[in-house]
């Protein structure tokens, strides 16, 4: 009886030895490293982050983030007077930034370029300064000056958004009498299948494809959901799948299209909130509530970007650094 109530307090000793000297001060560590997520609402461990990648280039606008032939690329608006459109690989290995790429094209502040990639070539869309909607294809053999380039007939405030699917260029922006378009293009040229709904959208809306095409923005009400829909080439001029979610946002939301087909939808997904600069990262898998959201350490004054399983983001720092992360998904 008596070795007994001595091992309890052995072992009851240990275990407060073991919260006090190592569990809570890892704890603590992961908290201040930005590796555990905590949100005033509800926290998971779903998104896991790695050490921040800081970049010595500046950047007045979302930086994109795409991977063409292995390679990943990083495109932003500089910060200089002109504001041209800049381009840098990204080594995930060795986490380290390649020579920045200034391209002859300009935009404005807080418009940044949209890039995608179609039959194994790199596409830019962006916002002219005479606010018209551009094109071009970026050629590593004449970096800074854009192939094929296409000026079109469109207009809008904020920056556009381009993606491809199924051998096409898919355009989308927020016109300039504030309601959604989208418009595509079977050879990186024509773009004639325009389609303006009847959505009025606060901010630049973000298309996205994998196994289907989906596009996602910020309503008009007073709050500013976000909300996402699913577009059909079969049937363009209706909007499939429209879910209206309880979060909000007055900036650009990103997401990352993980898996959209018959079992399913699971989207990575950020975005910062109204009131807060901090990124905040989540699921979407198709109904209103985002599914375990994460709030990291990192802050911006634009939307963060989202792709595979790196966030990229311009700082709120001083300089505006260019910087991209990694998660880990579970």
Do not use: C
């Amino acid at each position: 009886m008596g070795s007994n109530t001595t091992e309890s307090k052995g072992t009851a000793q240990r275990r407060t030895w073991f919260l006090r000297r190592v569990a809570m001060p890892l704890l603590l560590a992961l908290l201040a490293f930005g590796f555990v997520g905590m949100s005033t609402g509800l926290a998971s461990s779903s998104a896991s982050l790695r050490p921040t990648t800081v970049s010595t280039q500046r950047a007045d606008s979302a930086p994109a983030l795409i991977t063409l032939n292995g390679t990943m690329y990083v495109g932003w608006t500089g910060r200089n007077v002109a504001h041209n459109l800049n381009l840098m690989t990204y080594n995930p290995t060795n986490q380290s930034f390649g020579p920045a790429q200034v391209l002859t094209d300009t935009t404005l502040v807080g418009s940044g370029p949209s890039l995608t990639v179609l039959n194994s070539n790199l596409y830019v869309a962006w916002m002219g300064t005479d606010h018209r909607l551009n094109v071009g294809r970026y050629t590593p053999a004449n970096p800074t000056h854009q192939a094929n380039k296409v000026t079109l007939r469109e207009y809008s405030n904020q920056a556009p958004s381009i993606a491809a699917l199924n051998g096409r260029l898919y355009l989308s922006w927020r016109g300039t009498d504030g309601r959604l378009n989208i418009i595509s293009s079977a050879n990186a040229s024509t773009f004639n299948t325009k389609v303006t709904y009847n959505i009025a959208i606060r901010t630049s809306p973000t298309i996205a494809a994998k196994d289907a095409l989906f596009m996602a923005w910020e309503d008009t009400s007073a709050n500013s959901h976000m909300v996402f829909a699913h577009y059909n080439p079969s049937n363009p001029t209706v909007l499939q799948d429209v879910v209206t979610t309880t979060s909000t946002s007055t900036l650009p939301v990103s997401f990352y299209m993980f898996k959209a087909d018959a079992t399913g939808l699971d989207f990575r997904v950020a975005w910062r909130t109204t009131t807060d600069a901090h990124i905040n990262l989540a699921f979407y898998q198709g109904d209103q509530n985002l599914r375990f959201p994460t709030i990291t350490t990192e802050t911006t004054p634009y939307g963060p970007i989202t792709y595979m399983s790196y966030f990229s983001w311009t700082g709120t720092d001083a300089a505006r650094s260019v910087n991209v992360r990694q998660i880990n998904f579970s």
